[in-house]
C-alpha cells in the first residue's frame, strides 16, 4: 500500500513539473534571471562590472537632455503603444528575432543605451540589458519602473 502511494505521488509531482515546464516554455515574458559574469580568469563580476547597470533617474533624464543614450522600452507591444518615452525604440526580448538583427546592424556597439520597463519588479529592463550587453554593447543601463518616474516626473512622453 505505501509503495502504490508513494509511485503514485511521484506520477503527479512529474506531471506537475512537467506541466509547469510547457507553461514556462510558451510564456511570452519569462522570468529573468540576470546572471553574474564571469571573466577571463573564471572570476564572478557584479553587473556594474560586467557592463550594465542601473542608472538613476537622474543621470537618465541628463542623458536625454544631452542626447546621449538610446532610450529602449522593454515592454509589451500594447503598453508601448498606449505610451512610451518620446524618441525610444521598443525592443520587447521576446521578439528578439524579429528586431535584434537590424538593431545589430545599425547601432554603434558604443552608443548609451537605457533600457526601462514598469513596475519596482519588472524584469523586463534588466533581461534586455542583459541580451544587449552579451550581444556586444559596451554601454548599457536600466532604469528600474522607468516608465511611472518618467511619466510621474513630467518628463517628455509619446
Known sequence: MLIQAAKEA???IGTAVAV???VYAVRPDKIGIIPAAVNQDGAQQSQAESGFSEISLEDAVRLYQEKGAIFAD???AADFEAG???GAVH???????IWLPEFLAT???TAAIIAYCDGENCHLAPALAELLFFNGFDNVSYLKNGWTRWREGGFPVE
Open 84 to 86: 512610451h518615452i518620446q
Open 10 to 12: 511521484l506520477i503527479l
Open 91 to 97: 525592443l520587447y526580448t521576446a521578439d528578439q528575432e
Open 107 to 109: 547601432t554603434d556597439p
Open 20 to 22: 509547469a515546464l510547457a
Open 74 to 76: 522593454s515592454r509589451h
